[in-house]
Protein backbone atom coordinates (compact mmCIF):
# COMPACT_ATOMS: atom_id res chain seq x y z
CA UNK A 1 0.00 0.00 0.00
CA UNK A 2 2.81 2.27 0.72
CA UNK A 3 4.63 1.56 -2.36
CA UNK A 4 1.35 2.42 -4.46
CA UNK A 5 0.29 5.25 -2.28
CA UNK A 6 4.43 6.49 -3.13
CA UNK A 7 3.98 5.77 -6.78
CA UNK A 8 1.12 7.52 -7.19
CA UNK A 9 2.76 10.71 -5.59
CA UNK A 10 5.14 10.61 -8.12
CA UNK A 11 2.77 10.00 -10.73
CA UNK A 12 1.11 12.96 -9.93
CA UNK A 13 3.62 15.50 -9.22
CA UNK A 14 5.80 14.69 -12.16
CA UNK A 15 2.78 14.77 -14.60
CA UNK A 16 1.56 17.95 -12.78
CA UNK A 17 1.23 21.16 -15.68
CA UNK A 18 1.57 22.92 -12.48
CA UNK A 19 5.16 24.32 -11.07
CA UNK A 20 5.99 22.60 -7.82
CA UNK A 21 8.73 23.23 -5.98
CA UNK A 22 10.69 23.27 -2.76
CA UNK A 23 13.35 25.84 -1.56
CA UNK A 24 15.98 25.70 1.15
CA UNK A 25 16.01 28.63 3.89
CA UNK A 26 18.78 30.34 1.51
CA UNK A 27 16.44 30.37 -1.23
CA UNK A 28 17.98 27.45 -3.16
CA UNK A 29 15.62 25.11 -5.15
CA UNK A 30 15.87 21.49 -3.23
CA UNK A 31 13.07 20.02 -5.29
CA UNK A 32 11.27 20.90 -8.69
CA UNK A 33 9.11 18.81 -10.57
CA UNK A 34 9.50 18.40 -14.30
CA UNK A 35 7.22 20.83 -15.25
CA UNK A 36 9.87 23.59 -14.39
CA UNK A 37 11.71 22.28 -17.52
CA UNK A 38 8.93 23.46 -20.27
CA UNK A 39 8.43 26.78 -18.98
CA UNK A 40 11.94 27.83 -18.33
CA UNK A 41 13.74 25.55 -20.45
CA UNK A 42 16.61 24.79 -18.16
CA UNK A 43 16.92 20.96 -17.19
CA UNK A 44 16.03 20.10 -13.35
CA UNK A 45 19.60 19.60 -12.47
CA UNK A 46 20.42 23.28 -13.60
CA UNK A 47 18.55 25.01 -11.65
CA UNK A 48 18.54 22.42 -8.37
CA UNK A 49 20.68 24.19 -5.76
CA UNK A 50 20.84 27.60 -7.35
CA UNK A 51 19.22 30.61 -6.19
CA UNK A 52 15.22 31.50 -7.44
CA UNK A 53 16.64 34.56 -8.14
CA UNK A 54 19.18 33.77 -10.60
CA UNK A 55 15.83 32.83 -12.74
CA UNK A 56 14.12 36.16 -12.09
CA UNK A 57 14.64 39.48 -13.30
CA UNK A 58 16.50 41.44 -11.01
CA UNK A 59 12.60 43.92 -9.87
CA UNK A 60 11.29 40.79 -9.39
CA UNK A 61 14.40 39.14 -7.47
CA UNK A 62 14.32 41.70 -4.87
CA UNK A 63 10.40 41.96 -4.40
CA UNK A 64 10.87 38.40 -4.31
CA UNK A 65 13.08 37.91 -1.63
CA UNK A 66 11.39 40.15 0.83
CA UNK A 67 8.09 37.76 0.41
CA UNK A 68 10.49 34.47 0.68
CA UNK A 69 11.79 35.97 4.00
CA UNK A 70 8.20 36.84 5.33
CA UNK A 71 7.45 33.19 4.54
CA UNK A 72 10.47 31.97 6.82
CA UNK A 73 8.86 33.57 9.56
CA UNK A 74 5.39 31.90 8.98
CA UNK A 75 3.75 33.70 5.99
CA UNK A 76 2.22 32.44 2.93
CA UNK A 77 1.69 33.95 0.03
CA UNK A 78 -1.49 33.58 -2.59
CA UNK A 79 -1.65 34.29 -6.14
CA UNK A 80 1.59 36.63 -6.02
CA UNK A 81 2.38 37.28 -9.77
CA UNK A 82 5.93 37.27 -10.35
CA UNK A 83 8.35 37.41 -13.50
CA UNK A 84 11.39 34.52 -14.22
CA UNK A 85 13.34 35.01 -17.21
CA UNK A 86 14.08 31.36 -19.37
CA UNK A 87 16.85 29.68 -20.26
CA UNK A 88 16.26 31.60 -23.51
CA UNK A 89 15.88 34.87 -22.23
CA UNK A 90 12.08 35.25 -22.73
CA UNK A 91 10.22 36.09 -19.42
CA UNK A 92 7.84 34.07 -18.12
CA UNK A 93 4.64 35.13 -15.85
CA UNK A 94 4.00 32.67 -12.86
CA UNK A 95 1.35 33.49 -10.65
CA UNK A 96 2.65 31.76 -6.92
CA UNK A 97 1.20 29.97 -3.62
CA UNK A 98 3.75 29.11 -1.07
CA UNK A 99 4.48 28.59 2.56
CA UNK A 100 6.96 27.70 4.83
CA UNK A 101 8.38 24.36 4.75
CA UNK A 102 8.59 22.65 7.98
CA UNK A 103 10.94 19.86 8.94
CA UNK A 104 9.68 16.63 11.18
CA UNK A 105 9.48 18.86 14.28
CA UNK A 106 7.46 21.93 13.01
CA UNK A 107 10.76 24.00 12.46
CA UNK A 108 10.08 26.18 9.26
CA UNK A 109 13.50 24.98 7.08
CA UNK A 110 12.35 26.65 3.37
CA UNK A 111 9.58 27.40 1.22
CA UNK A 112 7.54 25.45 -0.93
CA UNK A 113 4.35 25.54 -2.90
CA UNK A 114 3.15 25.64 -6.76
CA UNK A 115 3.14 27.96 -9.53
CA UNK A 116 1.09 28.63 -12.98
CA UNK A 117 2.76 29.84 -15.88
CA UNK A 118 0.06 33.07 -16.81
CA UNK A 119 2.31 34.06 -19.70
CA UNK A 120 -0.56 33.45 -22.13
CA UNK A 121 -2.99 34.99 -20.48
CA UNK A 122 -0.39 38.46 -20.21
CA UNK A 123 0.12 38.34 -23.56
CA UNK A 124 -3.87 37.96 -24.54
CA UNK A 125 -4.18 41.17 -22.30
CA UNK A 126 -1.75 43.12 -24.07
CA UNK A 127 -2.79 42.32 -27.39
CA UNK A 128 -6.87 42.94 -26.32
CA UNK A 129 -5.48 46.63 -25.39
CA UNK A 130 -3.66 47.36 -28.16
CA UNK A 131 -6.60 46.43 -30.00
CA UNK A 132 -9.03 48.70 -27.90
CA UNK A 133 -6.24 51.33 -28.24
CA UNK A 134 -6.49 51.68 -31.99
CA UNK A 135 -10.17 51.14 -32.32
CA UNK A 136 -12.19 53.48 -33.90
CA UNK A 137 -14.85 53.31 -31.63
CA UNK A 138 -14.84 54.44 -28.19
CA UNK A 139 -14.29 52.15 -25.62
CA UNK A 140 -14.49 51.78 -21.88
CA UNK A 141 -14.81 49.34 -18.86
CA UNK A 142 -16.21 50.52 -15.36
CA UNK A 143 -16.63 48.84 -12.35
CA UNK A 144 -19.76 48.27 -10.32
CA UNK A 145 -20.16 52.06 -8.80
CA UNK A 146 -19.80 53.30 -12.36
CA UNK A 147 -16.03 54.42 -12.21
CA UNK A 148 -14.03 54.21 -15.75
CA UNK A 149 -11.57 51.73 -15.22
CA UNK A 150 -10.27 51.28 -18.74
CA UNK A 151 -10.73 53.83 -21.27
CA UNK A 152 -9.39 54.09 -25.12
CA UNK A 153 -7.95 56.94 -26.92
CA UNK A 154 -11.58 57.04 -29.07
CA UNK A 155 -13.39 58.07 -25.85
CA UNK A 156 -11.33 60.37 -24.93
CA UNK A 157 -10.97 62.32 -28.27
CA UNK A 158 -15.36 61.84 -28.52
CA UNK A 159 -15.64 63.25 -24.88
CA UNK A 160 -12.97 66.11 -24.83
CA UNK A 161 -11.48 64.85 -21.36
CA UNK A 162 -7.90 63.59 -21.10
CA UNK A 163 -7.05 59.52 -19.88
CA UNK A 164 -6.00 60.85 -16.63
CA UNK A 165 -9.62 63.08 -15.89
CA UNK A 166 -11.46 60.44 -17.37
CA UNK A 167 -10.01 57.79 -14.98
CA UNK A 168 -10.95 60.26 -12.18
CA UNK A 169 -14.92 59.98 -13.56
CA UNK A 170 -17.98 58.27 -13.65
CA UNK A 171 -19.92 57.31 -16.11
CA UNK A 172 -22.96 59.73 -14.37
CA UNK A 173 -20.46 62.36 -14.80
CA UNK A 174 -20.71 61.90 -18.75
CA UNK A 175 -24.25 61.00 -19.42
CA UNK A 176 -26.66 63.42 -20.40
CA UNK A 177 -29.29 61.84 -21.45
CA UNK A 178 -29.75 60.39 -17.96
CA UNK A 179 -30.12 61.32 -14.88
CA UNK A 180 -27.67 60.18 -12.02
CA UNK A 181 -30.40 58.08 -10.46
CA UNK A 182 -31.46 56.14 -13.76
CA UNK A 183 -27.63 55.43 -14.74
CA UNK A 184 -27.32 53.82 -10.92
CA UNK A 185 -30.02 52.08 -11.86
CA UNK A 186 -29.36 50.97 -15.11
CA UNK A 187 -25.64 49.69 -13.99
CA UNK A 188 -27.62 47.84 -11.57
CA UNK A 189 -29.98 46.11 -13.87
CA UNK A 190 -27.07 44.70 -15.87
CA UNK A 191 -24.99 43.37 -12.33
Not at 51 to 64: I, L, S, Y
Request: proline share 2%.
Amino acid sequence: ALRESEALYHDLVETSQDLLWRCDQEGRFVFLNRAWEHTHGYTIEEMLGRPFTDFQTPEAGARNLAEFHRILKGGSVTNYETAHISKSGQVIHLLFNAMPLLDSYGAIVGSQGTARDISGLRLAEQEHRAILQTAMDGFWVIDTDGRFLEINDAVCSLLGYSREEMLTMHVQDVEALQTPEEVSARIQRIR
